[in-house]
């Protein structure tokens, strides 16, 4: 009992001195609240205003269809152009997209002859570059479909359905990869603060003098730093993600905070091992530096995981943040149940312990040599 009560006690003292601190408050509320939105908003799902030209060898009924068919508020009007003006005009940026309908293009459709659109894309645009390519192929061959079903209809269809995620809404996506990663960074941040606060302001010493052990010590840092970032992931998950986002929230709630707390229990102890051997805040910031990019890069947030290396697969299962990407989308996005995130739930508290092990007797070494 005396155990429960000295980890209570040093926690509580903890959650006072975060409290004390303006600038990881502020921290904490930026990271959840408008780190969350605008990481999600910046990048824009549809084009706006885009600038396009089009050069009409074949001045068709078709080949007007296709040119009409590009409309406000995603396109300007698009601008006529002779073939000889295409090159300068994408040199001056005017144009981002500029497409060349050849001679003899319905003809050759109508036929059923194999023939070509060329579309010119200015990349160093990327945002618009990277959405448009797409839309764009897809209004052609939509325009193209339309005409030739009624000359002569088609045999068969394709009709494509989007699951969990119907319009492709980028926020969807971005706003729940940008909460774990703020999960992670917060969850390092907080508790390798603590304890170089610990030591700079001296305090360190007196824990040394009183009947607390290491364990005692370290067992309250992280919960006490857990239970911030887990208070604070609640908000951002109603408030800002379904409030503000509109995102919609398949799964249960409470399956994935027992996932977020197993996690916390890995990140926070892997950040009091960085506090143990950084000598100060810069140090610890470096340290937080090299360790937490990786972490999020190839955990699969950004990039699925199928895609990368076989190595870099096998390695990157001893990261929590691979585990906590894998069940939160499942359950967030897909609805999955208890039984898809049991096994990333033992690997999280498998990958925990160890780090909580190795940091225990990295801890309990850093207070001798205090």
Known sequence: MQTFLNIWRLGVKELRGLLRD????????????????????????????????????????????????????????????????????????????????????????????????????????MSQAFIGNGHIQQILQQEIQKYYHQTSPLPASAV???????????AWFGSVVQLIDDITMLAIILTGAALIRERENGTLEHLLVMPVTAFEIMLSKVWSMALIVLLATGVSLYAVIEGVL???????????????????????????????????????????????????????????????????????????????????????????GLRVAAVSFVKLFVIGSALFFFSLMRFRKTMVQS
């Not at 494509?160 to 980028?170: Q, S």
């Not at 229990?265 to 937490?292: D, E, H, K, W, Y």
């Open 22 to 125: 303006p600038l990881l408050i502020g921290l904490i509320i930026y990271a959840f609240t408008l780190g969350v939105y605008i990481s999600s908003t910046a990048t824009p799902d549809t084009l706006n205003r885009t600038t396009i030209a089009v050069v009409d060898e074949d001045n068709s009924q078709l080949s007007g269809r296709l040119t009409d068919a590009f409309l406000p508020p995603y396109f300007v009007k698009p601008e006529l152009l002779k073939l000889h003006e295409v090159d300068d005009a994408l040199d001056r940026g005017t144009y981002t997209f500029a497409i060349v309908i050849p001679r003899n293009f319905q003809r050759d459709i109508l036929y059923g002859r194999s023939t070509d659109i060329q579309l010119n894309v200015d990349a160093t645009r």
């Open 160 to 170: 494509v359905r989007n699951r969990f995620n119907p319009n492709l809404t980028r």
């Open 246 to 336: 509109g995102v919609p929230i398949e799964g249960s709630i409470s399956i994935f905070f027992i996932g977020v707390a197993l996690h916390l229990f890995a990140v926070t102890s892997l950040g009091i091992f960085l506090a143990c051997i950084a000598r100060n805040m810069p140090q610890l910031g470096i340290m937080i530096i090299l360790i937490l990019i990786p972490m999020q890069l190839l955990s699969g947030g950004v990039t699925p995981r199928e895609s990368m290396p076989q190595v870099v697969q096998f390695v990157m299962q001893a990261a929590p943040t691979t585990h906590l990407v894998e069940f939160s989308q499942a359950i967030l996005y897909r609805g999955a």
